[in-house]
């Protein structure tokens, strides 16, 4: 594991406040060696080519030259450079670019601004040490593990593993985004079945240990999580976010232009139920979807992206 003092990140933004906060708490709370620039132009001219630079964390909206460019000039010159934008606006409108610039995470400007989860993000991209909701909790939280094995238990296993929560903190739609989850990650992860043969998907079996869908419940008196670990590792990152923006993307009757896609529609609202989805994905090994919810709204508002690919 590499010494925090040893990485650099370089923080894009051309607002001076924003770019100090988050450039004071990377370097003062986390530290981190940490650069400034103004504008893309400024990162890719005067700073990258002179300076060792682990990740750019860019603003999207920026005069002279935008994040996406920018971190577009990063990928193509600088591949081993990590990338991550940053937006205070829908992240849902940039999905396209997202998936054009291969940009799997987007964190989103709140107020008060997530400092813990900001490190969270960094932390994923610069160890490499993707899986796991133990990161996004600071203080000791509670945890709890259930095996999901049997395709004709779905639904139960949803129940049962909301029934582990705190019950004062669940939101209505978690078992149905549970329910969506889990279905994914037993049929189409470990299972390799198809949509469009869903009436005849075989429910009559047990999985074995090693096949079987692990699930971590976790909890703290800030939020819960819930992480679905299957070792299908069938999903792409560029799958989902295609996915998602066939979701967002509207055909000439205003209908989302993904409206009967049999993939990615399950995702996407259950993305919209919750607070937080965090992807990680070992390509062929693993897959896990966190689910993160706050107990309170102090988080609110657009949804940042967060789909990590080893
Ligand atoms: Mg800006």
Same mark, same amino acid.
């Given at each position: ?16 406040? +924003? *770019? ?17 620039? !103004? ?72 107020? =008060? ?9 960094? !932390? ?10 133990? *990161?996004?909790?600071? %203080?000791?939280? $509670?945890?709890? %593990? ?9 639904? !139960? ?9 705190? $019950?004062?903190?669940?939101? %209505? ?5 549970? +329910? ?6 037993? &049929? ?5 079945? *198809? =949509? ?17 869908? $692990? ?12 992480s679905i670990v299957d070792t299908g590792g069938k999903l792409k990152k ?8 066939? $979701?967002?993307?509207?055909? !000439? ?6 409206? &009967? ?8 609202i259950a993305r919209k139920y919750i607070d937080r989805m965090i992807i990680? +994905?070992? *390509? ?5 979807? +966190? ?6 709204? %102090?988080f609110e508002g657009y949804k940042p992206l967060y789909i990590n690919e080893?």
């Amino acid at each position: 594991m590499i010494a925090k003092s040893d990485v650099t990140v370089l923080v894009v933004d051309d607002e001076p406040e +924003i *770019r100090s906060l988050i450039a004071d708490y990377l370097s003062d709370e986390e530290g981190y060696k940490v650069l400034e620039a !103004e504008n893309g132009r400024d990162a890719l001219d005067n700073i990258i080519p002179n300076c060792k630079v682990d990740l750019v964390l860019s603003d999207i909206n920026m005069p002279v030259m935008k994040g996406f460019d920018l971190l577009n000039e990063v990928r193509r010159h600088y591949p081993y450079i990590k990338r991550v934008l940053i937006t205070a606006y829908n992240v849902e409108d940039y999905l396209e670019l997202a998936l054009k610039h291969d940009v799997g995470n987007i964190f989103v400007k709140t107020t =008060p601004f997530n400092f813990a989860e900001l490190s969270a993000c960094l !932390e994923c991209l610069l160890t490499g040490n993707i899986f796991g909701a133990e *990161r996004y909790f600071d %203080s000791p939280a $509670q945890r709890r %593990s259930v095996m999901v094995k049997r395709g004709d238990c779905v639904a !139960e296993s949803a129940a049962r593993i909301i029934a582990l929560l705190p $019950q004062t903190t669940i939101p %209505s739609k978690l078992e149905l985004v549970l +329910i969506e989850l889990l279905t994914n990650a037993v &049929f189409y992860g470990v299972r390799n079945e *198809r =949509p469009d043969r869903k009436e005849g998907w075989n429910h009559d079996f047990e999985l074995s240990d090693e096949e079987a869908v $692990q699930v971590s419940v976790m909890w703290d008196a800030e939020k819960h999580a819930v992480s679905i670990v299957d070792t299908g590792g069938k999903l792409k990152k560029r799958d989902v976010l295609y996915w998602l923006n066939r $979701q967002v993307s509207r055909d !000439e009757q205003g209908m989302p232009v993904g409206l &009967f896609d049999s993939h990615g529609r399950g995702l996407f609202i259950a993305r919209k139920y919750i607070d937080r989805m965090i992807i990680n +994905i070992d *390509r062929a090994r693993k897959t896990e979807l +966190i689910v993160v919810n706050y107990h309170d709204k %102090s988080f609110e508002g657009y949804k940042p992206l967060y789909i990590n690919e080893l």
